[in-house]
């Protein structure tokens, strides 16, 4: 940890890692490499129907006169050399050889993924157009697939470290060369393999390389916060299981004190590659669509928070919602609570009147049917004045299905056996929810159903979920 003053606020914070694998990066690697399996494969199965169509729906285009497709491609040419010319310039400015580095083998290995896949596909029919082929980067000769893989390759794996202005003219480049090169190339998947080529190939050298983090800064953090009328004096990351974002603990200048959840791009594709690994699952979990952004996922969990707190939920006042910039991201800012999560009291701590009122607030949840979906001890607090507290609403739902409520049953009576035992537990629950509705857990009450914390504790002494499975299949 390291502290520096930013426009008065005063911010301790790790330093950010200068080169990551973010899980931004491992998520568009991932989804380039199946794109390209998928159209490699459907064009090897039905290549020839495909191209002969399109064939057919183009040839239209052979009214186009040639200069202009000359004129076309001898300009996004120009472009992109301009735009190399001045990425290399920059490059060499600020010594940024990695990038450089990583630019170079991601356009020679994308070349030669493109050539690999042009002689798996065959030789292609005739030209969309008859216009003579340019043989440049946007021209139709034998090699100029590899070129324009070699191009996406380049501007994918350089996209991370530019700002978006340049990231924009890239991609405005990519799209103009490769409809170059589609009309004046043989009707085949040349372009689409090229492309989808070059962008798992930059993608790769990416991760393999790392990229810069994707994470709001702290001084990005204090900036949001203060637009939106939430000033900053102090700012202080905390080490706390805090999963899918990255937690601070914030002191106000009229001297309040808040608790801050920072969300940017990598929370984001950790996010949906966890909910990508729980919907391949041969289990229902329940999970509902991802949101179609971050922002809608925060705007979610804050909304869920407040309608907790108006149900009579004991949960954090929401303080602020704001946006950061460079990278961009959210912070959802709440009071914070003095006291401790669950996960830190001792075991002698965790006494009968503690289990009730823990137990209280997940019925008053239940009423409403709302479902938190990760009621680990993390996410339930023990306030100083001895009450029990819920936090932490980004996975959970309103409205919720008995499949889902009856996780969260499943979810806190074994996280809570981890401490106090299966039958405390047990008996706990009984107390506030009776057998009836305690019954409804037991298929969940299964490892791949559980939290990864949770899981963690009971791998440690398995038999504890085993006894507590047996004890509340004996419910009557």
Known sequence: MSATVVDGVEITASQPERVTQAPSDV???????????????????????????VGVLLRGLDGLP???????????????VLLIAVGLAAVIRSRAWHILLAALIAAIAAGL???????????????????????????????????????????????????????RLGWALTIAVAVVHFVESPVAFDTL?????????GSAVTVFFGGPPQRPTGSGIAAGLAAVG????RLEQASLDARGSTPYFATTVDGSELFVKALGADERSADLMFRIYRRIQPRDLGDEKADASLRRAVEHEALVALMASQMGVRTPRVAAFASTSAPDGFVLAYDAIAGRSLDRLEPEEMTDDVLALV??????????????????????????????????FGFSEVAA??????????ELTASLATVVGPQRALDSGLA???????????????LPMLSGATRTSLKGQPERLEQLRTLVAALP
């Open 27 to 53: 998520l568009r690697m991932a989804v380039a490499v199946v794109s390209l399996l998928v159209v490699t494969l459907l064009g090897g199965l039905f290549g020839d129907a495909v191209v002969g169509f």
């Open 113 to 167: 993924v493109a050539g690999a896949l042009r002689l798996v596909m065959g030789d292609p029919d005739p030209s969309v157009t008859g216009a003579e082929p340019i043989a440049a980067i946007g021209g139709g000769g034998g090699w100029s697939a590899g070129a324009l893989a070699a191009l996406v390759a380049v501007v994918t794996a350089s996209a991370p470290w530019v700002p978006r202005r340049w990231r």
């Open 66 to 80: 040639s200069w202009f497709l000359s004129l076309l491609a001898v300009g996004a040419q120009l472009v992109g």
């Open 401 to 410: 299905s008995d499949l889902l409520l009856a996780t969260d049953l499943a």
């Open 193 to 201: 393999l090229a492309i989808l080529a070059g962008w798992a190939t």
């Open 359 to 392: 137990w209280e607030q997940l019925v008053l949840l239940r009423s409403h049917r709302v479902a938190h979906r990760d009621l680990r001890l993390a996410n339930v607090f023990l306030a100083d004045d001895g009450a029990a507290w819920i936090i932490d």
């Open 432 to 446: 506030a929810v009776g057998p009836g509705a305690m019954a409804t857990s037991l298929p969940r009450l299964e």
């Open 230 to 233: 939430v000033p900053l004096a």
